[in-house]
């Protein structure tokens, strides 16, 4: 990923000024880390070799999510695993203390980020 894909995505969905980020998980044998920043959820798959089927992928909102960047496109030099066209609908769990934890399910390729963005902005 460029520093004017970065650039560019900060312009469209402004991300660096939104506070603290928060880290949704740190999967050390998968090698996979997620967190988000203001409305966006980062996902990265650091591992060498395996890219997994419908990862279970937290989220801060219940909503439709979509990825607005791909490492895995082919402008990269990647191999476009990942239908940029894709609609990823939430579900909810409820925590014993009430709370809710959002998920989306995605391919997660090998040697990733995928960043994802609700298309439900404004909604809480």
């Known amino acids: 990923v460029s520093t004017q894909s970065t650039g560019a995505l900060e312009r469209r969905l402004p991300w660096l000024d939104r ?5 949704y998980l740190i999967h050390e044998a998968d090698r996979v880390v997620v967190f988000g920043r203001g409305d966006l959820v980062f996902v990265f798959n650091f591992h060498w070799s395996e890219s997994y089927v419908g990862y279970r992928v937290e989220v801060g909102r219940a909503g439709k999510w979509r990825a607005v960047l ?3 496109h082919g402008w990269f030099g990647g191999h476009g695993r990942v239908d940029p066209g894709t609609e990823y609908f939430s579900s909810t769990e409820r925590e014993e203390d ?3 934890r959002h ?3 995605t391919y997660l390729p090998s040697r990733t980020c995928l960043v994802f963005s609700t298309e439900d ?3 809480d």
């Not at 506070?19 to 880290?23: I, K």
Request: charged share 35%; net charge negative; no cysteine.
């Open 19 to 23: 506070g603290n980020g928060y880290v």
């Open 70 to 72: 791909d490492s895995d």
């Open 98 to 100: 009430g709370r809710e």
């Open 103 to 105: 998920y989306i399910q």
């Open 121 to 123: 902005e404004g909604e």
